[in-house]
């Protein structure tokens, strides 16, 4: 079994920052691509941030500039820096990754979501 754990949303006043973090557990052999999805009310998941395991990473076009993804292989975490934030980017945050577990399968495993609210 492999769980995701989120942590780090939270209010936040428009131009402010917060770090997001997701820590993978369980019968991992391996971790691929990493990332970042969020959901806004009424709107579609959207892929934020993605980092592969050669540290390759991707942007969606409405934060880069602004975010900067990053991993910790020994920890199997991924971070998610969050910069001069804006009421745009008030979602849920999940956490995803491809991961070779057990069954020696890469299956992609979600985090349960984490509330980031940009708001005064």
């Known amino acids: 079994q492999v769980q995701l754990v989120e942590s780090g949303g939270g209010l936040v006043q428009p131009g402010g920052s917060l770090r997001l973090a997701c820590v993978a557990s369980g019968s991992i052999r391996s971790i691929n691509a990493m990332g970042w999805y969020r959901q806004a009310p009424a709107k579609q998941r959207e892929l934020v941030a993605r980092i592969d395991s050669g540290s390759i990473t991707n942007y969606a076009d409405s934060v880069k500039g602004r975010f900067t993804i990053s991993r910790d292989n020994a920890k199997n975490t991924v971070y998610l820096q969050m910069n001069s934030l804006n009421p745009e980017d008030t979602a849920v945050y999940y956490c995803?990754?491809?991961?070779?577990?057990?069954?020696?399968?890469?299956?992609?495993?979600w985090g349960q979501g984490t509330q980031v609210t940009v708001s005064t």
């Open positions: 995803y990754a491809l991961i070779r577990d057990a069954t020696d399968f890469v299956k992609q495993y």
